[in-house]
T-cell receptor, first 111, second 117 residues
């Protein structure tokens, strides 16, 4: 059964770089990897999406190795406002559930 | 422009009653998704609409759950004979034309918090 796996929680100090890894062992050739951020009492918000190698935007980078069985979200120089839950989403081309979110990683940024 | 809106924001119902949750997607978005998020849990996919195609209902947990999308815009998620385990936040999202295998950015609404007593 296709699934994604992320660490349940991570702590970081302000100003540090944070890397969150998602494992997606059954990813298919045409599937993309997307990361979302969710604050309490809000819906998730898109951060970044990628297919292979590296993608960078104004808030994050996404690293995807050649085998694509995992991906790493990198947040440079985090601040207290980055405290949130981060979800990895992979669209699987197999199984009954086409859209699979990971259980999320709760990031706590400490001053 | 306006984002995705959902109503009601909160709903308390008695076990056994039916409830309807509404989602107004962003204008022009042809894809619409429903998710369920239980307390402290991740997002559970429920159903996906893409244009005029038959919806993907593979995530619906039981036949008590159904959804429709009228005119390719507003969607209603209906839960019949609610149970306590149905208590959760129900999130709706919309996106531009998408295949399920190459999803466009999803824009989420604020959710409806359903409490079944």
């Amino acid at each position: 059964l296709a699934k994604t796996t992320q660490p349940i929680s991570m702590d970081s100090y302000e100003g540090q770089e944070v890397n969150i890894t998602c494992s997606h062992n059954n990813i298919a050739t045409n599937d993309y990897i997307t990361w979302y951020q969710q604050f309490p009492s809000q819906g998730p918000r898109f951060i970044i999406q990628g297919y292979k190698t590296k993608v960078t935007n104004e808030v994050a980078s996404l690293f995807i190795p050649a085998d694509r069985k995992s991906s790493t979200l990198s947040l440079p120089r985090v601040s207290l406002s980055d405290t949130a839950v981060y979800y990895c989403l992979v669209a699987f081309n197999s199984g009954n559930t086409p859209l699979v979110f990971g259980k999320g990683t709760r990031l706590s940024v400490i001053a | 422009g306006a984002g995705v809106s959902q109503s009601p924001s909160n709903k308390v119902t008695e076990k056994g009653k039916d409830v309807e949750l509404r989602c107004d997607p962003i204008s022009g978005h042809t894809a619409l998704y429903w998710y369920r998020q239980s307390l402290g849990q991740g997002l559970e996919f429920l159903i996906y609409f893409q244009g005029n195609s038959a919806p993907d209902k593979s995530g619906l947990p039981s036949d008590r759950f159904s959804a429709e999308r009228t005119g390719g815009s507003v969607s209603t998620l209906t839960i019949q004979r609610t149970q306590q385990e149905d208590s959760a936040v129900y999130l709706c999202a919309s996106s531009l034309a998408s295949t399920s295998y190459s999803p466009y950015e999803q824009y989420f609404g604020p959710g409806t918090r359903l409490t079944v007593t």
